[in-house]
């Protein structure tokens, strides 16, 4: 019984022995992930355009001492002037409603400290979409003999700005990765593989925008100089950073 029992005890020392090396994958596992060091670099690209396309939002305002006067001189005003628009050649799909309201003129009495309607104040505002930068000049003046009181902006745009914004966005990664290489050997390093590279769309500056309240400031021709436009974008980037041996 003795010898039975030495035998057992020891064959539950063996067993122990070769499970052990068993548990040390299982520990390592449960490790954290060694740390990887990281650069992180910002920029910014810059393109420009010439604009060949134009929006214009023109508005008729009229008052009147009842609502319905006011919106029916305002619809003749305004049908005036998109009629006269699309005899210059604007294609009637390219003129659409932006802005319709209808709001009481009130005057406030400082005597009897009492507000009161003495009428009715109608706004239309049609946005006029200009395929030819050329044409912009001659629209505002139609519009302004016609009876427009309101020019509510003018608006310079490309048709195809992808060309410019894909140079702007070159030029903004290869910024982000002079500079991120520039902090790599100041660090006592080199860059890696790049991790992530992310862009926001800063979009196109206007480059022309103009308000109008009375025709008589617009009865010589008006100059138009489209200038041009400018196109920014913005990147962000991180690498790994390799520290020398």
Same mark, same amino acid.
């Given at each position: ?18 499970? !052990? ?5 299982? $520990? ?10 990281? #650069? ?5 690209? &810059? ?10 939002? #023109?508005?008729?305002q009229t008052r009147?001492? =009842?609502?319905?006067?006011?919106? @029916?001189?305002?619809? /003749? ?12 050649? #604007?294609?009637?799909? *390219?003129?659409? =409603? ?11 009495? +400082? +005597?009897? /400290? ?14 006029? &979409? ?19 009181? *309101? ?15 894909? +140079? ?8 982000? @990765?002079?500079?991120? &290489? ?13 991790? &992530? ?7 196109p500056r206007p480059?022309?925008?103009? +308000?109008?309240?009375?025709a008589a400031v617009? @009865? ?15 990147? =962000?980037?991180?690498? !790994?950073?390799? $520290? @020398? *041996?």
């Amino acid at each position: 019984m003795r010898r039975l029992s030495t035998l057992w005890h020891s064959s539950l020392l063996l067993l122990g022995v070769v499970l !052990l090396p068993g548990r040390a994958p299982a $520990q390592a596992g449960n490790s954290a992930s060694p740390f990887r060091p990281e #650069i992180t670099a910002s920029s910014t690209g &810059e393109a420009q355009l010439t604009p060949d396309r134009a929006a214009v939002y #023109i508005g008729v305002q009229t008052r009147a001492s =009842t609502a319905n006067a006011a919106a @029916r001189d305002n619809a /003749q005003r305004q049908r005036s002037i998109i009629d006269a628009i699309v005899a210059l050649g #604007i294609p009637r799909e *390219q003129i659409s =409603t932006e802005n319709y309201t209808v709001a009481p003129d009130s005057r406030y009495d +400082q +005597q009897s /400290q009492r507000t009161t309607v003495v009428g009715y104040v109608v706004s239309n505002v049609v946005r006029v &979409e200009l395929r030819r930068i050329d044409q912009v000049g001659s629209i505002l003046d139609t519009a302004l003999a016609k009876g427009a009181n *309101q020019i509510n902006s003018l608006d310079f745009f490309s048709s195809n700005s992808d060309s410019a914004r894909h +140079q702007a966005l070159g030029e903004a990664v290869a910024r982000a @990765r002079s500079d991120a &290489e520039a902090m790599a050997r100041a660090a006592g390093g080199s860059l890696g593989a790049l991790v &992530e590279l992310g862009t926001a769309d800063m979009g196109p500056r206007p480059v022309y925008r103009m +308000q109008v309240m009375d025709a008589a400031v617009a @009865r010589a021709p008006t100059p138009i100089e489209p200038g041009q436009q400018r196109i920014q974008v913005s990147v =962000t980037a991180r690498w !790994l950073f390799i $520290q @020398r *041996q």
